[in-house]
T-cell receptor, first 109, second 120 residues
Framework: DAKTTQPTSMDCAEGRAANLPCNHSTISGNEYVYWYRQIHSQGPQYIIHGLKNNETNEMASLIITEDRKSSTLILPHATLRDTAVYYCIVRVAGNQFYFGTGTSLTVIP | EAGVAQSPRYKIIEKRQSVAFWCNPISGHATLYWYQQILGQGPKLLIQFQNNGVVDDSQLPKDRFSAERLKGVDSTLKIQPAKLEDSAVYLC??????????????????FGPGTRLTVL
């Protein structure tokens, strides 16, 4: 069972911020949220993860709501190479990942 | 560092035939995962190994699928006999360790490029 819900697709103008939402209303207190992306014909690639605090790295920022029932991945300045399917994942016991169907992000020139 | 290697990249077989996929994880990674990704869906975990032992194979269709990781390094996934609905990309991933629930460490899973299987 997928533990996350994401919009099927989104568009974003090149150079603008891309905000990708995710609902994980059944997440347990000690389960992490991970974000991966998958470019066509490649394996998923790690972006960022968090538990309850907001996180930032060189690729993106992750904003987690206080109740932890939803989160938003932010790509601050989207480029054409960011066009991909983005997966919001809940990591459960044993380091197992539950993938949803993901959001297909298209960055438009 | 070298990534997760998989072979072959593509395979076309007829239904009822057998097929095997190979995966070599990142050196030093104790945990290995096999996923099935059907077109338009997210990856679904089939089996998880910790070294050469199975941690979870609850989603593996054991009547036709088998997997092994005999020496705790590389792994093979076999389908025998294949069905039309087995057409998918089979992804292998590895991580440094399984990690305890709630552990603060980043148990990032590193994915290989996948094997695209077409069953005719």
């Amino acid at each position: 069972d997928a533990k996350t819900t994401q919009p099927t697709s989104m568009d974003c103008a090149e150079g603008r911020a891309a905000n990708l939402p995710c609902n994980h209303s059944t997440i347990s207190g000690n389960e992490y949220v991970y974000w991966y992306r998958q470019i066509h014909s490649q394996g998923p690639q790690y972006i960022i993860h968090g538990l309850k605090n907001n996180e930032t790295n060189e690729m993106a920022s992750l904003i987690i709501t206080e109740d932890r029932k939803s989160s938003t991945l932010i790509l601050p300045h989207a480029t054409l190479r960011d066009t991909a399917v983005y997966y919001c994942i809940v990591r459960v016991a044993g380091n197992q990942f539950y993938f949803g169907t993901g959001t297909s992000l298209t960055v438009i020139p | 560092e070298a990534g997760v290697a998989q072979s072959p990249r593509y395979k076309i077989i007829e239904k009822r035939q057998s097929v095997a996929f190979w995966c070599n994880p990142i050196s030093g990674h104790a945990t290995l995962y096999w996923y099935q990704q059907i077109l338009g869906q997210g990856p679904k975990l089939l089996i998880q190994f910790q070294n050469n032992g199975v941690v979870d194979d609850s989603q593996l269709p054991k009547d036709r699928f088998s997997a092994e990781r005999l020496k705790g390094v590389d792994s093979t996934l076999k389908i025998q006999p294949a069905k039309l609905e087995d057409s998918a990309v089979y992804l292998c991933a590895s991580s440094f360790r399984t990690g305890r629930l709630g552990g603060a460490s980043n148990n990032e899973q590193f994915f290989g490029p996948g094997t695209r299987l077409t069953v005719l």
